[in-house]
């Protein structure tokens, strides 16, 4: 049904907007969302900020083994909403969004909070 359509997914969870992706494959974004097992910014970022874990190894982790499961179990309970849009203004309207609804995972407080966090000790 989604098929290679383009458009931004977006994920909520109770009535929160958590982040908002531009998508050239709907259906593969969504796979990658929920079922992992492959390198995927989303679910590395629910490792990092929400299990804890090292953003040295996040990436390779969220892929498979025990923290790829305790992100499954997470991302199962979040709820996700496709809107389709042509490719070329997808990472302006992706972008948008996030500045607009300040998304917990990408927009401008958790890019800066990133930011503060990567600075040297």
């Given at each position: 049904?989604?098929?290679d359509k383009s458009g931004l997914v977006c994920v909520f969870e109770d009535s929160e907007a958590l982040y908002v992706e531009?998508?050239?494959n709907i259906?593969?974004?969504l796979q990658c969302y929920i079922k992992g097992g492959t390198e995927c910014e989303f679910r590395t970022m629910i490792g990092v900020l929400e299990m804890g874990a090292s953003h040295?190894?996040?990436a390779q982790r969220a892929k498979s083994g025990p923290l790829a499961k305790r992100i499954s179990r997470?991302?199962?309970?979040f709820r996700y909403r496709v809107v389709p849009a042509p490719v070329k203004s997808l990472s302006q309207l992706a972008?948008?969004?996030n500045v607009v609804a300040d998304t917990r995972?990408?927009?401008p407080s958790a890019m800066a909070n990133r930011a503060l966090d990567a600075l040297p000790n």
């Open positions: 049904m989604l098929g531009a998508s050239t259906a593969k974004t040295k190894n996040a997470r991302v199962e309970k972008n948008a969004f995972y990408a927009g």
